[in-house]
């Protein structure tokens, strides 16, 4: 007999969240890739943290990047990794949208997007560059917001074998005056999160595991400041104090999660439909 979602097991709870996340994620309420030949591609974190802040990216990359214009679309990297048959659909989808706004460049923020549009570069015909580099050579005084304080920051995983990455925001952030310190684990001895591939629906206790060592090297007085907005849902969820570098540079999101995301969706396409 089948349990009812209520009483199902804890992983199989993560599952079906997990799979509902990435068929929202693909829907027509969270989706919009525009006609543009650059892309700024925040992913689906990082647009939890509302329109304000990805407006103000955009702004700065544009003074370089003239044409460019907000993508909301997710990368799929979830779908991978949990094996999910939807999988290979959503990857042509996603092929078959970037041809046909022609998609010459992308420019992303988050590294797992980062890993998997470079993976489907090789099958298409744009380029993919992370934002650090074009925001350093573009930020100007005036664009700064006031930091929290005591940040610290925290490598995401994706990028210990990616030190150029590294230096890049280090030196963005040095460029806008912005302090912080570095925890005991960091660049390529950084502590995984805890949800790498998906092992927190995967493997709970394993990832769990994960998350408690390195949570080792913060303390509650301090902000966990990171360039990996799925790593600090991760901090929040056990109660720690977070911020994006992107709202390092230009504020703290007011709001953050689903209702936040739906609203930056609403709110790009809305701009771009003037």
């Known amino acids: 007999m089948t349990q009812s979602i209520t009483k199902a097991s804890p992983w199989a709870r993560a599952v079906l969240g997990a799979r509902l996340h990435q068929g929202l994620s693909f829907s027509r309420l969270f989706t919009h890739i525009p006609q543009a030949p650059v892309l700024f591609w925040p992913g689906c974190s990082l647009m939890g943290l509302g ?18 214009k907000l993508a909301a679309a997710c990368c799929g990297k979830p779908s991978r990794s949990l094996g999910l048959t ?64 005591q940040l610290v920051l925290h490598d995401p995983c994706p ?32 502590i995984c999160c805890g949800q790498v591939e998906m092992l927190h629906v995967l493997n709970p206790q394993a990832s769990e595991k994960l998350t408690q060592q390195r949570l080792k090297d913060f303390t509650a007085d301090q902000t966990i400041c990171s360039y990996c907005q799925s790593c600090l849902n991760r901090f929040v969820a056990h109660g720690y104090k977070t911020a994006h570098v992107l709202e390092a540079l230009f504020g703290m999101a007011a709001q953050k999660g689903w209702s936040t995301r739906y609203k930056c969706v609403r709110k790009i396409k809305g701009d771009q439909n003037a």
């Open 159 to 190: 990028l210990r074998q990616k030190p150029q990455v590294r230096a890049e925001v280090r030196q963005l952030l040095s460029q806008a005056g912005i302090n912080w310190q570095e925890p005991a684990h960091t660049g390529a001895k950084t």
């Open 51 to 68: 329109y304000p802040v990805l407006h103000k990216t955009l702004k700065v990359l544009a003074r370089s990047e003239p044409d460019i």
């Open 86 to 149: 939807a999988y290979k659909k959503r990857r042509a989808w996603l092929l078959q949208s970037l041809a046909k706004t022609g998609c010459r460049a992308i420019y992303t923020a988050c590294p797992h997007c980062t890993e998997d549009l470079e993976a489907l570069a090789g099958e298409g015909d744009f380029t993919v560059e992370t934002i650090w580099r074009p925001l350093q050579e573009n930020l100007q005084a005036s664009d700064l917001a006031s930091p929290p304080d």
